[in-house]
């Protein structure tokens, strides 16, 4: 038995990324449930919807993209039409 407080981090899984440069593995432990560890993509992302929030105006919604290219599409297939 230990009695160091930092000796879970040490026993941890490794990250299992590499160096793009060194080819050499990522040394930090992995986050509990993945493979890598928070630098190099454990949990994540944003979350999706309301849930990001700091909305300005609609103009980069799913809906709005959809208009969007439907109305460009309607455009694309007039002007072939010439």
Do not use: W
Not at 52 to 59: I, L, M
């Amino acid at each position: 038995m230990t009695i160091n407080p930092m000796q879970s981090a040490h026993d941890a899984p490794r990250c299992t990324a590499k160096s793009k440069r060194t080819g050499l593995p990522c040394r930090s432990p992995a986050v509990r449930g993945y493979r890598v560890c928070r630098m190099h993509g454990a949990r994540g992302g944003a979350p999706k919807g309301k849930k990001n929030g700091n909305f300005r105006h609609g103009g980069r919604t799913k809906e709005a993209t959809s208009v969007r290219r439907y109305i460009n599409e309607l455009a694309r297939l007039l002007r072939s039409g010439d």
